[in-house]
């Protein structure tokens, strides 16, 4: 029974396309991350939203925007893709600091 | 399933003396492994990593060893600071996934 649930796990996609990728938390957490990794296998933060408020908002494109209908998803928009939007996107739940689980990624590729 | 478990969720350790924090995984076919530290509001950052040809890894006050036969990983702290109070994540990579996969984390807390 998956905790933190991604999708899709493998993304390809033209420049200039928009995309979305789905996270899905079992847990009963508050608090829901987006991360991307970066080349040298370096996490880096970029939204953190606690009980669908946004709490964490780095810098980051405008391109890419979150969506949390609820508090068991976060979504993560991304608008005209770019090639070096490639990499691998985490999805994360927590609940007060404890127990971090981190989704399986999603590996986004833009040709 | 969970394939990298950090199976205590807090470890609190006085300034000075040696932390220890352990991992285990589950799939043999791991290529490498890696160490995150993570401050609060922050994203992880990159501690420390060993190959899975290796059984040791030091770099200053952290050293990470490796037991391919118990399947086992464990980051050594000499001697504990107050900075090292963080939340630290054990991961694994599968070198033909090139996907991370992490453990829940250990919250260490350095006392005074």
């Known amino acids: 029974d998956t905790a933190v649930s991604q999708t899709p796990k493998y993304l390809v996609t033209q420049m200039g396309n928009d995309k979305s990728i789905k996270c899905e938390q079992n847990?009963?957490?508050?608090?829901m991350y987006w991360y991307k990794q970066d080349s040298k296998k370096f996490l880096k933060i970029m939204f953190s939203?606690?009980?669908?408020?946004?709490?964490i908002n780095e810098t980051v494109p405008n391109r890419f925007s979150p969506k949390s209908p609820d508090k068991a998803h976060l979504n993560l928009h991304i608008n005209s893709l770019e090639l070096g939007d490639s990499a691998v996107y985490f999805c994360?739940?927590?609940?007060?600091?404890?127990?971090?689980?981190f989704g399986s990624g999603t590996r986004l590729t833009v040709v | 399933d969970q394939q990298v478990k950090q199976n205590s969720p807090s470890l609190s350790v006085q300034e000075g003396r040696i932390s220890i924090l352990n991992c285990d995984y589950t799939?043999?076919?791991?290529?490498?492994f890696l160490w995150y530290k993570k401050y609060p509001a922050e994203g992880p950052t990159f501690l420390i990593s060993i190959s899975s040809i290796k059984d040791k890894n030091e770099d200053g006050r952290f050293t990470v060893f490796l037991n391919k036969s118990a399947k086992h990983l464990s980051l050594h702290i000499v001697p504990s600071q107050p900075g090292d109070s963080a939340v630290y994540f054990c991961?694994?990579?599968?070198?033909?996934?090139?996907?991370?996969?992490f453990g829940k984390g250990t919250r260490l807390h350095i006392l005074p």
């Open positions: 994360a739940s927590s609940q007060q600091a404890y127990g971090y689980t």
């Open positions: 847990l009963g957490h508050d608090t």
């Open positions: 799939n043999s076919m791991f290529d490498y």
């Open positions: 991961a694994a990579i599968l070198n033909r996934d090139d996907k991370i996969i």
């Open positions: 939203y606690n009980n669908k408020e946004l709490i």
